[in-house]
């Protein structure tokens, strides 16, 4: 038995994959070029005296980070933004906050109710659901960025969105060329799972589990066509934001945090170039709650 719709779309990856190749300048991989570039293990930006000299595509280049990779830079204008699970939490509040920015705002959302509700906030909406591939890449198609909060639902197969939705979306960016993701997932994920309590993973363990998947996914298999932040959020909360919330390289750091806050930060990643490649905590050093463990993660705060 041949799956041919995994098959086209392994196909068109590869595609991708290549033309994003191709279309990056020579002069990205030279490890030096003087008075534009520096080493690509210098910690030292590129200068910007000789902008007015560089092709369009030399001037969204940008030496990244201390492991020698190349990443575009992210410079501010992205503008139609796909946001999965967008009808509740920390998506719908990020819905409001990027529409009220000026963005244009694109969601798939499963039921009417939804649809009506994001559309008199000003989005654009597709019927559709998260487990189906095509209908992820229809929602997304003609976005240049895009954010997903998927998680929580079962399909009827039994399969979580936490990993079958996230990995459509990440893999519907990839074919349709959109470079710049955000993944929002949860601290407990990948090498923060020392921040819980044996007690505490184990009680969210279904879902971190899979959200673990969804991260490895984007990690290994699109760095080099995806411009990728994850951003976990510590134990998510409902209330007006407090304007408090950090984000921390620390991978212990545990505490509360309220969805509007993780929006807002997670809006502002998106066009920070200093995040691409990046996974930080989102955490509330301001909130007091009785699992977290006396660590926000102040000392490895990363500003943005």
């Not at 819905?95 to 969601?107: E, F, H, N, P």
Request: proline share 2%; charged share 25%; net charge negative.
């Amino acid at each position: 038995f041949i799956d041919r719709d995994h098959t086209s779309r392994t196909i068109m990856r590869t595609i991708a994959l290549l033309l994003a190749i191709l279309a990056t300048p020579a002069a990205a991989f030279a490890p030096v070029r003087s008075g534009a570039w520096v080493s690509t293990r210098s910690h030292t930006s590129p200068a910007l005296s000789m902008a007015d000299n560089l092709s369009e595509d030399e001037k969204r280049l940008n030496i990244a980070n201390d492991d020698g990779d190349l990443k575009e830079q992210v410079t501010g204008d992205f503008k139609k933004i796909f946001v999965a699970g967008g009808s509740k939490g920390v998506g719908r509040e990020l819905v409001s906050q990027l529409i009220a920015s000026g963005c244009t705002v694109k969601c798939l959302v499963r039921s009417e109710e939804s649809a009506a509700d994001l559309k008199a906030e000003g989005a654009i909406c597709t019927m559709g659901d998260a487990f189906s591939y095509k209908d992820v890449e229809e929602a997304m198609d003609d976005c240049d960025a895009c954010v997903t909060t998927l998680g929580g639902a079962t399909g009827p197969d039994g399969k979580r969105v936490d990993y079958k939705g996230n990995s459509n979306v990440i893999e519907a960016a990839g074919i349709l060329g959109v470079k710049r993701l955000v993944l929002v997932t949860s601290v407990g994920c990948g090498d923060s799972k020392g921040a819980l309590s044996d007690e505490a993973y184990s009680s969210l363990e279904a879902a971190l589990v899979e959200k673990d998947k969804a991260e490895k996914m984007l990690v290994k298999f699109y760095s080099i066509t995806t411009d990728w932040t994850i951003v976990r959020p510590g134990g998510l909360m409902t209330a007006p934001a407090t304007g408090k919330a950090i984000l921390t390289t620390d991978t212990t750091a545990l505490g509360a945090i309220n969805r509007a806050d993780v929006a807002s930060l997670v809006a502002k990643c998106i066009n920070n170039k200093e995040t691409i490649k990046k996974t930080l905590s989102a955490i509330d050093p301001s909130i007091e709650t009785a699992f977290g463990n006396g660590n926000f993660g102040e000392a490895q705060k990363f500003d943005v």
